[in-house]
Antibody, heavy 114, light 109 residues
Framework: EVQLVESGGGLVKPGGSLRLSCAAS????????MNWVRQAPGKGLEWVGR??????????GYAAPVKGRFTISRDDSKNTAYLQMDSLKIEDTAVYYC?????WGQGTLVTVSS | QAVVTQEPSLTVSPGGTVTLTCGSS?????????PCWFQQKAGQALRTLIY???NRHSWTPARFSGSLLGGKAALTLSGAQPEDEAEYYC?????????FGGGTKLTVL
């Protein structure tokens, strides 16, 4: 059974950092394009970024609002993808979801507030 | 960055047919934008319904189908069920980034 479990969310001050994890089971993250999307309270979905599979080059791409502040990576030994979030802003407050192989996790809440 | 447009809301009768569309500010939506459709219900995980324009996932009911229609991506629901009431989002891939539409709230009534 495929499962994705996000963790690492919480309350952080503006300018702070947080690292989200996305532990996968039932498939290998090495061979999947792993995506992160977010949803601010009461709003629609926003694509954050993705890392390509190893076979497709393994490079990451980001949406304009997070480019230069967020970094997506992958640890194949742990079958886990990560979203490193730096220089956080109030407008980054959202539930963050990871997805891979067309499956999605339940999300983790990130609140940026002073 | 392109703007992706969807109908904000639609209503369909039980057993009826409805088509949701997904347009791009950059022009015609083609298979090269790899349109995907997602379903979101309150309190439930996001579900991929359609990927790469027309491909259903293993859990996607056959009453959902994806296509290109009039320069847009389209999601057609034939034989709507009460459990299909949800928010539906499309996603397009453009120039290495992906962009969601604003979502369509579908009411089955």
């Amino acid at each position: 059974e495929v499962q994705l479990v996000e963790s690492g969310g919480g309350l952080v001050k503006p300018g702070g950092s947080l690292r989200l994890s996305c532990a996968a089971s039932g498939f290998t993250v090495t061979y999947a394009w792993m995506n992160w999307v977010r949803q601010a309270p009461g709003k629609g979905l926003e694509w954050v970024g993705r890392i390509k599979s190893d076979t497709d080059g393994g490079t990451a791409g980001y949406a304009a609002p997070v480019k230069g502040r967020f970094t997506i990576s992958r640890d194949d030994s742990k079958n886990t993808a990560y979203l490193q979030m730096d220089s956080l802003k109030i407008e980054d407050t959202a539930v963050y979801y990871c997805g891979g192989a067309n499956y999605w996790g339940q999300g983790t809440l990130v609140t940026v507030s002073s | 960055q392109a703007v992706v447009t969807q109908e904000p809301s639609l209503t369909v009768s039980p057993g009826g047919t409805v088509t949701l569309t997904c347009g791009s500010s950059t022009g015609t939506v083609t298979t090269g934008l790899y349109p995907c459709w997602f379903q979101q219900k309150a309190g439930q995980a996001l579900r991929t319904l359609i990927y790469d324009t027309t491909n259903r996932h293993s859990w996607t009911p056959a009453r959902f189908s994806g296509s290109l229609l009039g320069g847009k991506a389209a999601l057609t629901l034939s034989g709507a069920q009460p459990e299909d009431e949800a928010e539906y989002y499309c996603l397009l891939s453009q120039s290495g980034v992906r962009v969601f539409g604003g979502g369509t709230k579908l009411t089955v009534l």
